[in-house]
Structures are given as structure tokens and as C-alpha cells.
């Protein structure tokens, strides 16, 4: 350990996704925006060539983990390292890779504190990476633009974590604007900067915390990322990015019924998304609401990733006066999100939380988020 003052602080955000769920991974489209909720690392130099990972979520100390620069080059983590140290481990091993010569990696400190909820779908483990990577590249002097480090955070998941998540989560957390969400392909990983305009429509984002937790790396996200692989498959395509609405009846023709509803679900789901783009720009976000609704039926119904929490939340926050809701992430668990007009706030709050009291479920947790900027040197 080094008792070198830090170098700087580095925080990147957690991300709310509006909509597009389990596009990403099928080379669709998302809808994502950066939240106020944030992950900040405070590096210090060491004299070794030794890479030392600390936290502390949740007012609690976490484990810390030690690894060597060059063993770590040859493995994202050592055996047996506390499960959250595979993220900013995982991070380092993959900007290493993927770093030019000219980068001059070296011993830190890093310490880790987050605000950002963890298990509820809001992208905690994207802010780690992106913190770290964001750090790591200015430190180590790799000079990978931010998108490469959309790349390097998603090799880390993948690769390090093994979640087989797409780079939708990266992405916001690295190129978010305030009030604004990015669009983006995830096909070509073209982005556009698309103005959410809620601060002039007197709208907040109403995170609805269901505290059902839920891990992408379990059976769950692989099923249904599986499910998609075999529709793409069935219907002689790359990917279900290749589809559109109007293939579905060909599709419902030759798969069985679950996957065709997976299917239903992606190729319907980019339609939306391409659609809440267009109404943003045209009428402002107090038209997307029946887009949000179908979106979260379609999850529900079709993809199967919904709890009864969730439903519950969403039922709830409309009859409370929010314009549209869906539950937000990966699923089988976490948040869902409420698009509420600023005087419906204590109204909508007040219905979530008698529904959950009267359906027996533990109390969520809600507050809302801001549409934030990405990732960046604090000081």
C-alpha cells in the first residue's frame, strides 16, 4: 500500500435506459441517458508494478485484491479475487490489450466508491469499468479515444466478469449529455446525441428500485440472448437487427412459439426505439408515454423478464399520473422507471408505494435521476 497522495479523481455515471431492451447484443437499437448517480476512483502511484483495488459500497468496507501488471497482461483476474474486483481488474487487463506500445503502464492505487444502486438494472457495474478506464487510459498514457474505451469496458464484462452483455451500458456512461440521451447502433456503434427536452416539459425520471435483485452473468439473460441466436439462425439472418415487423409472420412460421415471441419482442423493440427518436424530435417527451407502456408489455409478454414487482411498479405509477412507464434493464429483477409530470411526483410515489404494501412486496426504493454528463476527471 502507498501512502502517495492521489493523482486525481475520475467518476463516470450509471444510465437509465428510456428504451431499447436486449437490442444491443442483437446489433439493434438503444436509447440510453447517463444518471446523476456516479462511480468515482481516487488513484494513487505506487513505486511496483502492482495494481491495488479497494471499495466501499454501502458505508461498508469491500475486499481488496493485488495484481501484478505483468500477470495481470496474461489474465484479466487472479483465482479466488472478490467477484466486484473482476470489473476494474477485467478493465485494466483489457486496456492493456488493447493500449498502443507508446502506453506506459505502471503501479496505482486505486480506491472505488460509488452512488450508483446495485442489482437494479441502473448500470453499476458500467460506471466501475468506465471510471477506471477512463483513469487507467489518461495515467498509463494509452490515449484511446472514448469510444475505444466503450470497447475496452465491454471486453471486461464479457471477457472478465462473463456477462454476455452488449455495449449499450459503456456507452452512456462514456458519452452522456446533460438532458440528453444517446442514440445509438449498435451495429455500426454510430452515436447521436438526442435532446430529452424534460426540464422544459416539467417532467422528472422516476426510478422505481424493486430491490429484487438480478446478475447477467445466471441462466436467465443467457437463455433469452440464446433464443435470439436461434431465431437470427432460423430465419437465415446474421442478426435480428436484420429484421422487420413485417417478417414476424414468415418468422412465426418457422420456429417454435417461445422463440418466436423472443423474436417478436427484438424486431418490435428496435421499431420502437427508432420511433421514440422520432417523436423526441418532433413532439417532445411528453408523447413517448404509450411507447414506454408497449415496451414494457412487450418484455413482459414476449421476452418473459418482467417480475410481478415490476408490473406492479408500472401499474402503479400510471394510476398515480405518470405518462408511461416500463421496467428498465436486463430484467428478472431491478427498476423500473416512470415518466412523471414534476406535480405528479409525491402522487405517483404515494400509489407505488401503497401497491407494493398491498401486494406484500419489501418496500421499494424510489427517486429520480437526472440525464447526466459521462464520463471525465473530476480533479
Known amino acids: ?43 494513487a502511484p505506487r513505486t511496483d508494478a502492482v495494481l491495488r483495488v479497494s471499495s466501499s459500497f454501502d458505508d461498508s468496507e469491500a475486499s481488496v485484491q493485488i495484481a501484478d501488471l505483468d500477470a495481470l497482461f496474461a489474465s484479466p483476474a487472479p483465482d479466488s479475487v472478490p467477484e466486484w474486483t473482476t470489473y476494474p481488474l477485467g478493465v485494466a487487463w483489457a486496456l492493456l490489450h488493447a493500449a498502443p506500445e507508446t ?21 453499476s457495474s458500467a460506471a466501475i469499468e468506465c471510471a477506471v478506464a477512463v483513469a487507467l487510459n489518461e495515467l498509463w498514457g494509452a490515449e484511446l479515444s472514448a469510444k475505444d474505451l466503450t470497447r475496452v469496458g ?28 444517446v442514440f445509438l447502433d449498435c451495429r455500426t456503434l454510430a452515436t447521436e446525441i438526442v435532446p430529452l427536452g424534460l426540464e422544459p416539459a416539467d417532467l422528472e425520471v422516476l426510478v422505481i428500485d424493486t430491490l429484487v435483485t438480478h446478475a447477467h452473468s445466471t441462466g436467465g439473460y443467457r437463455e433469452r440472448r440464446a433464443s435470439c441466436e436461434q431465431g ?120 407505488v408505494t401503497a401497491a407494493f404494501s398491498a401486494s406484500g412486496f419489501r418496500a421499494p426504493r424510489i427517486f429520480t435521476v437526472q440525464p447526466s454528463v459521462g464520463a471525465h476527471r473530476d480533479r
Open 103 to 123: 502506453a506506459r503502464p505502471h503501479g496505482l492505487d486505486l480506491a472505488i466508491a460509488s452512488s450508483v444502486p446495485v442489482g437494479a438494472g441502473l448500470s
Open 232 to 351: 437470427a439462425a432460423a430465419m437465415d439472418v446474421a442478426m435480428l437487427r436484420d429484421l422487420a415487423p413485417g417478417d414476424l409472420e414468415r418468422a412465426a412460421s418457422v420456429m417454435d412459439e417461445v422463440t418466436f415471441r423472443r423474436v417478436r419482442h427484438v424486431v418490435t423493440e428496435n421499431a420502437r426505439v427508432l420511433e421514440t427518436v422520432r417523436v423526441l424530435r418532433e413532439s417532445g417527451p411528453r408523447a413517448i408515454g404509450e411507447l414506454l407502456l408497449a415496451s414494457h408489455a412487450s418484455m413482459r409478454d414476449d421476452f418473459e423478464i418482467s417480475v410481478p414487482e415490476l408490473d406492479t411498479a408500472v401499474e402503479a405509477a400510471m394510476s398515480g399520473g405518470a405518462i408511461g412507464a416500463r421496467m428498465t434493464g436486463g430484467g428478472f429483477g431491478g427498476a423500473a422507471i416512470a415518466l412523471v409530470p414534476r406535480d405528479r411526483l409525491d402522487a405517483v410515489t404515494d400509489a
Open 1 to 43: 500500500m502507498t501512502d502517495a497522495a492521489p493523482l486525481g479523481v475520475w467518476s463516470a455515471p450509471g444510465r437509465v435506459n428510456l428504451i431499447g431492451e436486449h437490442t444491443d447484443y442483437n446489433d439493434g437499437f438503444v436509447l440510453p441517458f447517463a444518471i446523476d448517480a456516479r462511480t468515482a476512483v481516487a488513484v
Open 154 to 181: 465491454r471486453t471486461a464484462e464479457n471477457e472478465a466478469v462473463g456477462a454476455p452483455t452488449g455495449i449499450m451500458d459503456q456507452t452512456a456512461s462514456m458519452l452522456g449529455e446533460a438532458d440528453a440521451a
